[in-house]
């Protein structure tokens, strides 16, 4: 038994079964005179539901994590390169496959028998959008090990363009009026002062709401913790009531075992005593008869 191989277990079941397994390994690894590695899998934290149909879809749809993956290279090189058609092709099949993939962890995880809603699925794409970016999201999204959804980190390359035009594509057209622009050059230079305040409002927003989301996962991962240290500790304890009832057991077996034989020695006993006083008994009566 290793930790690996207890991931991969443990983060292959549905989310209701993985913290009773954990425990199992973790007292098997304590029976195995192994501490560290007891710790390592008490360590290991319970999947949401969102990152256990992702874990789900790497597990199921191997195809279509090596599909993602290189996308997202192609995403950060044309973001490199600021090859402007490259990208929006690139951006349009990001989407299609993002919401493709979504729809198919959604899917999965109902034939699994654990269906989820909308707000997964939502956690499932901004994970997704995160692999896209991020090579270390992409790596760790590929173990199929993750306990929470990943999150894009703000202002990271190639999701201010992604932003910009979600925004973009959301935004009412406004009303303009009809006039002659004497100085476009101007004109350009004004949309772009307003995207650039656009963008710096959207980063601002995403960074109060990403510390939001650390503040609320810390929370959670401190309750866990919490639940996961009780669960352990059952898991031990559990394991030392179950030693003890089978060292009972065999003690109450072996009682009666030596109370059988004390009784039958016993007995053996008596009858020995009865035929050693009845044998003295005789010598006595034989040695009175010849005096006489």
Do not use: C
């Amino acid at each position: 038994m290793d930790l690996a191989s207890v991931a991969d277990e443990l983060y292959g079941l549905p989310p209701g079964e993985f913290v009773a397994a954990r425990g199992r390994h973790v007292a098997a690894a304590r029976t195995a005179k192994d501490p560290a590695l007891a710790k390592q899998i008490a360590a290991l934290r319970k999947p949401t539901l969102a990152a256990w149909a992702g874990n789900l879809l790497v597990r199921s749809a191997p195809e279509q994590v090596d599909a993602l993956q290189r996308l997202g290279e192609g995403l950060r090189a044309a973001q490199d390169r600021l090859a402007g058609d490259q990208l929006r092709e690139l951006t349009r099949q990001r989407n299609a496959l993002v919401a493709e993939l979504a729809r198919e962890a959604r899917r999965l995880a109902a034939e699994a028998g654990q269906p989820v809603g909308d707000a997964v699925q939502h956690e499932v794409e901004t994970t997704l959008h995160a692999v896209l970016a991020d090579p270390d999201a992409a790596s760790e999204w590929a173990a199929g090990h993750l306990a929470k959804p990943l999150t894009t980190r703000p202002g990271f390359p190639g999701t201010a363009t992604a932003a910009t035009t979600a925004t973009t594509a959301r935004r009412p057209a406004r009303k303009r009026h009809l006039k002659l622009v004497a100085d476009p050059a101007k004109a350009r230079a004004e949309e772009l002062t307003r995207a650039r305040k656009e963008a710096k409002s959207a980063e601002r927003e995403a960074r109060d709401q990403d510390k939001a989301l650390r503040r609320d996962e810390s929370q959670r991962d401190k309750a866990e913790s919490r639940l996961d240290e009780a669960t352990a500790r059952v898991a031990d304890l559990t394991g030392q009531l179950r030693t003890a009832e089978e060292a009972e057991t065999r003690a109450r077996e072996a009682l009666t075992h030596a109370r059988r034989t004390l009784t039958a020695t016993t007995r053996a006993t008596r009858e020995s005593r009865r035929a050693a006083e009845k044998a003295a008994a005789k010598v006595a009566n034989l040695e009175s008869a010849s005096d006489t």
